[in-house]
């Protein structure tokens, strides 16, 4: 498997999302935001402050170059996992529903969090449990998942929560940290 | 020309926590406000001479870019620029 980790202006765990995959023996390489994204089977989408966040989180970002093709990429079942400023990019593309607020007590958390499995099936969670708690860094001001009750409700009858905080720190709604769409193919 | 003034606030149903705190902070000064709701303005200059124009290119342009209608709403004015 070959992964490309999309540096844009601002990102700061592009890095981290590189050595990482690395450490996998994943094959990786960096792709600056203004290049095609070519021949990856996985894109991901780190954390960090893509264009000074400026508009909102990851509403600028949805222009890059590299992003131009994420459908193409998509139709071709291919992975796209998203992090943090990667899920809010994601939502603001409208590939994953919902959106990102503030976090309720507007205070910017880096900590190690608590999260529930809630589905295993997924190709990013099939080494794990449903139900088991693991434990993930984050770092967030703004985490505040919001969706309103039809989409929540569309959420949870096609399975597509993966992952809900086991205490919830920013507010997001029915506690959730991490999802996929329908195709199973984004992760928070 | 057309100036337009967008205001883009957060829909009534959402929570605005920095709305909250600023509530807060006024009244550490002494000011009582029933409710304060925090939002952003955008002014954006068109080279347009009919409102009716202008107005949708500005409702397209939110629909696209300025307004996630997922949480935010806006509302818009206009100046004629001699």
């Not at chain 1, 990786?28 to 070519?38: F, L, P, R, S, T």
Request: net charge negative.
């Amino acid at each position: 498997m070959k992964a490309g980790v999309i540096v844009f202006p601002g990102s700061n765990c592009d890095i981290d999302a590189y050595k990482v995959l690395e450490k996998l023996d994943v094959e990786v390489e960096y792709i600056w935001h203004d290049e095609k994204i070519e021949n990856v089977d996985l894109i991901l989408l780190p954390g960090g402050f893509s264009y000074g966040d400026y508009l909102r989180c990851g509403a600028i970002a949805r222009f890059a170059k590299a992003l131009e093709n994420i459908n193409d990429h998509i139709e071709k079942g291919k992975l796209v996992l998203g992090i943090c400023n990667g899920f809010q990019i994601l939502t603001e593309l409208k590939a994953l529903p919902g959106a990102l607020l503030r976090n309720k007590n507007l205070n910017f958390i880096c900590s190690d969090c608590n999260l529930i499995v809630e589905n295993n099936s997924t190709p990013f969670t099939n080494l794990f449990t449903k139900g088991e708690v693991v434990n993930f860094p984050i770092a967030h001001g703004e985490g505040n998942y919001y969706i309103d009750e039809e989409g929540l409700d569309e959420l949870i009858k096609n399975n597509q929560i993966v992952f809900r905080y086991q205490n919830n720190p920013n507010g997001s709604v029915y506690d959730i940290a991490g999802i996929v769409n329908k195709k199973e193919m984004y992760l928070v | 020309m057309i100036k337009a003034y967008i205001d883009v606030t957060l829909k009534k149903s959402i929570l605005d926590p920095q709305g909250t705190a600023v509530k807060k902070g006024l009244e550490k000064l002494g000011f009582y406000a029933e409710d304060v709701r925090i939002g952003k303005h955008i002014e954006v200059l068109l080279k347009e001479d009919k409102i009716e124009a202008a107005r949708e290119k500005i409702d397209e342009m939110c629909r696209r870019l300025l307004v996630n209608f997922e949480v935010e709403t806006y509302s818009v004015r206009f100046e004629v620029i001699e």
